[in-house]
């Protein structure tokens, strides 16, 4: 089955400790996507990646970094600079960034806590 | 820059009673508009979108949304309520310059009563 996996669902972190969350995707789509979700705040794009090899940061970019070596591939890590990590992260693929009516597709979600 | 107002951060219907969950957005030009479902811990997935093509979108689980450029709303209604339908709700727009990427509202939790 063609879909999205993120890995892993729940992550536990001490403070001041870099963390990776894992996005993997078979669809074979150009763009993908983090976002971020807290309670009341709907979801908020952290950094986004048209192509390989190239990601543009989103609205709230602080603290995190991303790379795209893989079209299929595209980790976030959290760093220790990120004040308020506590939330749930959403990873997403679409067929291009070219325009158009192209939904995203996302993944089931990490869950990550700072202890 | 575009955004999305979606009213009402809890809406809670009974059993069988309609759906109505309201999504405004801002925009110069008539953006691309979606509407996701979250259930709890899980991902999100799509329900229906606007492409321009028609007014009223149908999509699945018995959704339908109406576009109205006059005010800028894109409205999401089901015309009876389900146990099922009680999830979290997202309305989104996309424009065709620019930034691509999704802009959410801030959801909409629906709760179902027996």
């Known amino acids: 089955d063609g879909g999205i996996t993120q890995s892993p669902k729940y992550l536990f972190r001490k403070e001041g400790q870099n963390v990776t969350l894992s996005c993997e995707q078979n669809?074979?789509?150009?763009?993908m996507y983090w976002y971020r979700q807290d309670p009341g705040q709907g979801l908020r794009l952290i950094y986004y990646?048209?192509?390989?090899?190239?990601?543009q940061k989103g609205d709230i970019a602080e603290g995190y970094s991303v790379s795209r070596e893989k079209k299929e591939s595209f980790p976030l890590t959290v760093t220790s600079a990120q004040k308020n990590p506590t939330a749930f992260y959403l990873c997403?693929?679409?067929?291009?960034?070219?325009?158009?009516?192209?939904?995203?597709?996302f993944g089931p979600g990490t869950r990550l806590t700072v202890l | 820059a575009q955004s999305v107002t979606q009213l009402g951060s809890h809406v809670s219907v009974s059993e069988g009673a309609l759906v109505l969950l309201r999504c405004n957005y801002s925009s110069s030009v008539p953006p691309y508009l979606f509407w996701y479902v979250q259930y709890p811990n899980q991902g999100l997935q799509l329900l229906l979108k606007y492409t321009s093509a028609a007014t009223l979108v149908k999509g699945i689980n018995g959704f339908e949304a109406e576009f109205k450029k006059s005010e800028t709303s894109f409205h999401l209604t089901k015309p009876s309520a389900h146990m099922s339908d009680a999830a979290e709700y997202f309305c989104a727009v996309r424009m065709d310059t620019g930034r691509r990427a999704l802009t959410f509202g801030s959801g909409t939790r629906l709760q179902v009563q027996p």
């Open positions: 997403a693929s679409s067929q291009d960034a070219s325009g158009g009516p192209r939904e995203q597709f």
């Open positions: 669809l074979n789509h150009d763009a």
């Open positions: 990646s048209q192509i390989v090899n190239d990601f």
